[in-house]
């Protein structure tokens, strides 16, 4: 699973890092960012629930093959 957050996009709501905060946290400017080594999810369901929570839809997710 690839997580990329749109930071030109996030307005810095919070509801990311609200749903599911083992994977968002908020940066020093109140924007969205992954915790380290949770870039990939950590296989977490809340993921894509956080994705739909984000009111400007700044979280895409996408399967990676490997
Ligand atoms: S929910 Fe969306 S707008 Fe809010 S901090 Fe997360 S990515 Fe940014």
Known sequence: MH????KDVCI???QCALTAPDVFTQDDDGYS????GHE???GSPL?????RACPVSAI???ETVS
């Open 3 to 6: 997580i990329d957050i749109d």
């Open 60 to 62: 895409t997710v996408s």
């Open 12 to 14: 810095g709501a919070g």
């Open 40 to 42: 990939d999810g950590a």
């Open 33 to 36: 960012a992954l915790l380290p």
């Open 47 to 51: 993921v894509r629930e956080a994705a």
